[in-house]
């Protein structure tokens, strides 16, 4: 399992996230389980906002991560 991250921690890597893509536009890759409090719905529209900025994105996950993330990869 993921390590449980703060509300406070969340934004705080969601800033720094979309920063580094709007800086280099890169592949976005995101794998694994999504870490306790943190929202599917949440994390998918981080990614969203980051293909947005120019990113590609792939997910490898299961289960709600998948079932959430998957459409929002390329």
Request: cysteine-free; hydrophobic content about 45%; aromatic content about 4%.
């Amino acid at each position: 399992p993921a390590t449980p991250l703060s509300g406070v921690e969340w934004r705080d890597f969601q800033d720094r996230a979309l920063a580094v893509v709007e800086e280099r536009m890169p592949w976005v890759a995101v794998s694994g389980s999504l870490p306790a409090g943190v929202d599917p719905l949440e994390a998918a529209a981080m990614l969203e906002r980051m293909r947005e900025a120019g990113a590609r994105v792939a997910v490898d996950s299961s289960g709600a991560g998948l079932r959430r993330l998957g459409p929002v990869a390329d």
